[in-house]
């Protein structure tokens, strides 16, 4: 069996993570090359001001544009350039290993799953925090629910659904999760949440916003039952380009 991966990594103004983030997908890459497989590197540049599309380019990635910042529109536009079998959306400050890349193709080679992502740990010692992860990893999993940072389906099934919404600026990839499994029931397949070797993801947020911003997100999105999820303005940890 011959498989070839798209690797997408959505990215606006990550010229201080991406570069990093990028060397780990290579060298974590290695894994499916050792089955023989193949993969791409596309970085889509969700019209950022920085060196952002430089740095891809130096590190060997495809570079596509796409001007509207948001996050459904950036993994959208790189997916529409990729050729492989199954896609993998992963965030610019994330560093996946040989180890979850390696898991990830186990799974893929038994045929039984359509989609799904991994659990996630943040790059350093928080407590608080720690404990809210660890909680959406369980949440994760009893869900199916793939978290941004580490999505994957195969190249057609996420065609036919019409791939991330452009309604949403903020969790899109828990509503494509909902449209996948529906899809892998149909199919007879499977949704699955990888947890032997976590993601490590950035806690870059942490030190950029306060509590009081991430509690006041929360709570207008709990209030507004999700409205604030299809305003980019109500967003602005993903959008107001602090990094």
């Known amino acids: 069996m011959i498989v070839k991966i798209s690797i997408v990594v959505p990215a606006f103004n990550e010229e201080k993570l991406l570069g990093d983030t990028l060397r780990h997908i290579r060298r974590a890459g290695e894994a499916f090359r050792e089955r023989g497989w193949d993969y791409e590197l596309i970085v889509c540049d969700n019209n950022s001001t920085d060196r952002t599309a430089e740095i891809a380019r130096a590190e060997g990635a495809t570079v596509v544009f796409e001007s509207v910042n948001q996050i459904s529109r950036a993994r959208n536009r790189g997916a529409e350039a990729a050729a492989g079998d199954w896609l993998l959306f992963i965030d610019a400050d ?4 040989r180890e979850l890349l390696g898991d990830l193709a186990d799974h893929l080679a038994t045929g039984k799953y359509l989609g799904g992502g991994a659990t996630v740990t943040l790059d350093g ?9 660890r909680g959406w990893n369980l949440l994760s999993r009893m869900r199916r629910w793939a978290a941004g940072s580490f999505v994957f389906c195969e190249t057609a099934a ?3 659904l019409g ?23 149909a199919r ?6 990888l947890k032997r070797h976590p993601l490590v993801t950035s806690a870059r947020k942490l030190h950029l916003y306060s509590l009081r911003e991430h509690l006041r997100f929360l709570g207008k999105t ?4 999700g409205r604030t ?4 303005e109500a967003c602005p940890t993903w959008y107001d380009g602090r990094r």
């Open 94 to 97: 994330s560093r996946p290993t």
């Open 125 to 133: 010692d928080y407590f608080w925090p720690e404990m809210i992860t």
């Open 158 to 160: 996420f065609r036919k």
């Open 163 to 185: 791939g991330f919404s452009l309604e949403l600026y903020a969790s899109e990839e828990i509503e494509l999760s909902e449209r996948l499994k529906k899809e892998a029931r």
């Open 188 to 193: 007879g397949k499977k949704m699955v949440i």
């Open 222 to 225: 709990i209030l507004s039952t």
């Open 229 to 232: 999820l299809r305003e980019r």
